[in-house]
């Protein structure tokens, strides 16, 4: 039988104070919060750049590690600028990345050249993801971060690191292209 919890009905921000300075048990009810509002966004993230549910959940925990060990008495702390969904995703992103070097799964430049790259007629045009996955990273990327993830375009450019001129046309020339999809054509077919 699941154990029903109370919704803390706390904000990110305070509950990122109370992990900063709160008492030991205050924490750690304030991280306990944290994780399980964010744990499903970071396992979306992870599947994005793993393809098993092992690894993506080794990714999870490696995320909040990561995150548990900058509140005190180990860290100095975090102060939120943004959404918490901001810092986490290129703490996931990043922690799939590597698991994926580590584990040699994730080809490097070396290993791939220009014709071992995926062509327009090597994607399946009938299932959405096949489209997502024919863009180049930085447009599917923005636009997964736009439409499944709700962060704003000045969230992007913060997440990615990139000016928000840059977010937009990534965005225009992504949708440019989906629009034009073999896929989005049989859409308006239908």
Do not use: W
């Not at 030991?24 to 599947?47: I, M, N, P, S, W």
């Not at 994926?100 to 071992?116: C, I, M, Q």
């Amino acid at each position: 039988m699941a154990r029903l919890r109370r919704q803390d009905p706390r904000s990110d921000e305070a509950l990122v104070a109370a992990c900063n300075g709160g008492d030991a048990a205050e924490a750690a009810g304030a991280f306990e919060t944290l994780y399980g509002r964010h744990k499903d966004y970071v396992l979306r993230v992870a599947l994005r750049y793993v393809s098993d549910t092992d690894t993506a959940l080794d990714v999870l925990q490696e995320t909040f590690t990561y995150l548990l060990r900058r509140f005190p008495p180990t860290g100095e702390g975090i102060e939120l600028t943004a959404k918490l969904t901001t810092l986490l995703y290129p703490i996931a992103k990043n922690t799939a990345i590597t698991m994926l070097r580590k584990s040699g799964r994730f080809p490097t430049a070396e290993d791939v050249g220009p014709d071992d790259l995926p062509g327009p007629d090597d994607v399946d045009t009938g299932d959405i993801r096949g489209v997502l996955a024919s863009l180049p990273e930085g447009q599917r990327e923005v636009l997964q971060l736009r439409f499944m993830d709700d962060l704003s375009l000045q969230e992007i450019a913060e997440v990615l690191m990139v000016p928000l001129g840059t977010v937009k046309s990534r965005l225009h020339t992504g949708i440019a292209r989906l629009k034009s999809s073999d896929f989005a054509k049989r859409l308006k077919d239908e």
